[in-house]
């Protein structure tokens, strides 16, 4: 890894909340669409990876999690937001949520 370059990884909220994704995107789309809108969704997070992005210039803050300790930051993709945050050596995807749900569950 170059220098700045912090690899993202997924919490295992982010995991299950993929995984719930997932299986919405297979009952509406079909396995392979739903296998492909992973892929792209994994694509766009390696934007967070790149060195010359700066972190808070990555998104907006997602007020969602203003109250708790660090500074979380929120991408949108289409109806995914996925809220992230920055740690000492990786980038912590902490959640991946479809906007079309409930808003309370996204908390």
Same mark, same amino acid.
């Not at 997070?45 to 803050?61: A, C, H, I, Q, Y």
């Given at each position: 890894?170059?220098?700045?370059?912090?690899?993202?990884?997924?919490?295992?909220?982010?995991?299950?909340?993929? $995984?719930?994704?997932?299986?919405?995107?297979?009952?509406?789309?079909?396995? %392979?669409?739903? $296998? %492909?809108?992973?892929?792209?969704?994994?694509?766009?997070? %390696?934007?967070?990876?790149?060195?010359?992005?700066?972190? %808070?210039?990555?998104?907006?803050?997602?007020?969602?999690?203003?109250?708790?300790?660090?500074?979380?930051?929120?991408? /949108?993709?289409?109806?995914?937001? /996925?809220?992230?945050?920055?740690?000492?050596?990786? /980038?912590?995807?902490?959640?991946?949520?479809?906007?079309? $749900? +409930?808003? +309370?569950? +996204?908390?």
């Amino acid at each position: 890894m170059g220098k700045g370059i912090k690899p993202v990884e997924l919490t295992s909220r982010a995991i299950k909340d993929l $995984q719930k994704l997932k299986s919405f995107s297979r009952k509406l789309h079909g396995k %392979e669409k739903a $296998q %492909e809108f992973i892929d792209e969704l994994f694509e766009y997070m %390696e934007v967070l990876e790149k060195p010359d992005n700066r972190f %808070e210039g990555l998104g907006s803050t997602d007020e969602t999690f203003a109250h708790l300790k660090y500074d979380y930051r929120k991408l /949108i993709k289409g109806d995914i937001k /996925i809220t992230y945050r920055l740690g000492r050596t990786k /980038i912590y995807v902490v959640r991946i949520f479809d906007t079309r $749900q +409930n808003p +309370n569950k +996204n908390k």
